[in-house]
């Protein structure tokens, strides 16, 4: 996982869950990269993961000079990068999972651990709402003088990724990338995902969509009729679906705004379950200021 002192919240939502559903006996590894998580919040992930039965929590401090090459874009900031690093900086691993901080799990992510890659590099689920790369007009900038991909192309969410490796070292595809965002950098709309898509799109091995249930399924079409079906199935269970609900965009069951989000009870009472207020009394705190800041700004948006 990658984050800074804003993700550190849900970033202990998304672990707390990983453990939760966890095999009894399993041992889950968990490395945080950050470039700018201050002492007390690395302090607080801590003192917070020493509570999960069977996650071990270790963080790896990259420094900043290693992403400034790369843009910022839109809400992303360039933690988002990070996830390609995790080659040469988890140099004695062959394989691993990368979650986005957005995440709820509600079941078991071990047969992540598993999954049969068919010898490409990277597993991810596809992103329905962009079905094809030449249908997501984000990547529209790239066919000029492009020979790959085809525009038919299957898009991928990048929120939840199974990497070989060892395959990128051999490949150094982390240098394709960083090249492609650095050439393209005026035009990215979703920083990494758009180089991923762009220079992996027939190398990627497609995740079920139960791995990377976005929100935002619901409110942007089109989906793909052959997965229109079980996209509603996902959608219209919030409690029980999916492996994993990715809460992508900028709206977010913990911020204000998110007060008619149809998930916000189902991630409060799991922010409540973190760990992160460290009592339920400082987490109905939280959430009384949390209703609070929500009826100030819809009494203002009244005032419009």
Same mark, same amino acid.
């Given at each position: 996982?990658?984050a800074?002192?804003?993700?550190?919240?849900?970033?202990?939502?998304?672990?707390?869950?990983?453990d939760?559903?966890?095999?009894?006996?399993?041992?889950?590894?968990?490395?945080?990269?950050?470039?700018?998580?201050?002492? *007390?919040v690395?302090?607080?992930?801590?003192?917070?993961?020493?509570?999960?039965a069977?996650?071990?929590?270790?963080?790896?401090?990259?420094?900043?000079?290693?992403?400034?090459?790369l843009?910022?874009v @839109?809400?992303?900031?360039?933690?988002?990068?990070?996830?390609?690093?995790?080659?040469?900086?988890?140099?004695?691993?062959?394989?691993?999972?990368?979650?986005?901080?957005?995440?709820?799990?509600?079941?078991?992510l071990? $047969?992540?651990?598993?999954?049969?890659?068919?010898?490409?590099?990277?597993? *991810?689920?596809?992103?329905?709402?962009?079905?094809?790369?030449?249908?997501?007009? @984000?990547?529209?900038?790239?066919?000029?003088?492009a020979?790959?991909?085809?525009?038919?192309?299957?898009?991928?969410?990048? %929120?939840?990724?199974?990497?070989?490796?060892?395959?990128?070292?051999?490949?150094?595809l *982390?240098?394709?990338?960083?090249?492609?965002?650095?050439?393209?950098?005026?035009?990215?709309r979703?920083?990494?995902?758009?180089?991923?898509?762009?220079?992996l799109?027939?190398?990627?091995?497609?995740?079920?969509?139960?791995?990377?249930?976005?929100?935002l399924? %619901?409110?942007?079409?089109?989906?793909?009729?052959?997965?229109?079906v079980?996209?509603?199935?996902?959608?219209?269970?919030? @409690?029980?679906?999916?492996?994993?609900?990715?809460f992508?965009?900028?709206?977010?069951?913990?911020? $204000?705004?998110?007060?008619?989000?149809?998930?916000?009870?189902?991630?409060?009472?799991?922010?409540?379950?973190?760990?992160?207020?460290?009592?339920?009394?400082?987490?109905?705190?939280?959430?009384?200021?949390w209703? *609070?800041?929500?009826?100030?700004?819809?009494l203002?948006?009244?005032d419009?």
């Open positions: 996982m990658a800074d002192d804003r993700a550190a919240m849900p970033l202990a939502v998304t672990l707390s869950g990983v939760r559903h966890a095999p009894a006996g399993s041992v889950i590894r968990v490395w945080v990269l950050t470039t700018r998580m201050s002492p *007390a690395r302090a607080k992930l801590e003192r917070v993961g020493s509570s999960w069977q996650t071990r929590l270790s963080f790896v401090e990259v420094s900043p000079e290693a992403l400034e090459r843009p910022e @839109g809400h992303l900031t360039r933690e988002t990068y990070l996830r390609l690093l995790l080659p040469e900086l988890l140099n004695d691993l062959e394989r691993v999972i990368y979650l986005d901080a957005d995440l709820l799990v509600q079941r078991d071990m $047969p992540l651990a598993s999954y049969e890659l068919n010898g490409w590099p990277l597993a *991810a689920v596809p992103d329905v709402a962009a079905p094809v790369v030449g249908a997501n007009e @984000g990547l529209s900038f790239y066919f000029a003088g020979d790959r991909p085809s525009r038919d192309a299957r898009t991928i969410n990048a %929120g939840v990724l199974v990497f070989d490796l060892e395959a990128w070292r051999r490949r150094r *982390a240098d394709d990338l960083v090249s492609f965002l650095v050439e393209y950098s005026d035009h990215l979703w920083a990494d995902q758009d180089a991923i898509n762009c220079l799109a027939h190398e990627i091995e497609y995740l079920p969509l139960e791995f990377n249930v976005m929100s399924w %619901g409110t942007h079409p089109p989906l793909m009729d052959e997965e229109r079980r996209v509603d199935a996902c959608l219209s269970e919030p @409690g029980a679906a999916p492996v994993v609900w990715h992508a965009g900028r709206v977010k069951p913990w911020k $204000p705004q998110s007060l008619r989000s149809r998930y916000r009870r189902m991630y409060h009472e799991a922010l409540g379950r973190s760990g992160w207020f460290g009592t339920r009394l400082a987490f109905r705190a939280w959430q009384a200021k209703f *609070a800041n929500n009826g100030r700004r819809m203002g948006l009244l419009v």
